[in-house]
């Protein structure tokens, strides 16, 4: 579990958290390669959707990985503001322009995408769920 600032250019370093854990896990380089880019999607629209793209944000976000009986969950946590998981949804693949495919690649890559009610003080709860 590890807290980060709400800013675009502070997403490597969620990256660069997950792929430590997923050193420590002996998970194979392809599928690290796409759990990194479903959590570093997912950071970014928190940034970008939770926060606004406001880059004074003094805000931070929570990124929290477990991994029981071989699920592992990946669990973000924001106070930004209220997400509305009827109107999260991927631009048409067939519209041929940059963005808009993070949702469409977080769940081409997880097992499951769920919104949950966020735990006090957290408005947003995000939980990316992958069978290993």
């Known amino acids: 579990k590890r807290d980060f600032e709400v800013n675009s250019s502070k997403l490597k370093h969620v990256r660069s958290f997950c792929r430590e854990v ?10 690290k390669d796409e759990l990194v880019l479903a959590i570093a999607e997912a950071a970014q629209n928190i940034v970008k959707h939770a926060y606004k793209d ?12 477990s991994l029981v009986n071989n699920e592992m969950k990946i669990a973000f946590y924001d106070m930004g503001s209220p997400v509305d998981p009827n109107k999260v949804k991927h631009r048409e693949i067939d519209n041929i322009k940059p963005g808009g495919l993070g949702t469409f690649f977080m769940q081409e890559i997880m097992d499951a995408v769920e919104f949950k009610d966020g735990k006090k003080p957290w408005i947003n709860h995000l939980v990316l769920t992958k069978q290993l």
């Open 54 to 65: 406001k880059p004074d944000v003094n805000e931070i976000m929570v990124a929290e990985i």
């Open 22 to 31: 997923f050193e420590k896990l002996n998970i194979n380089q392809e599928l």
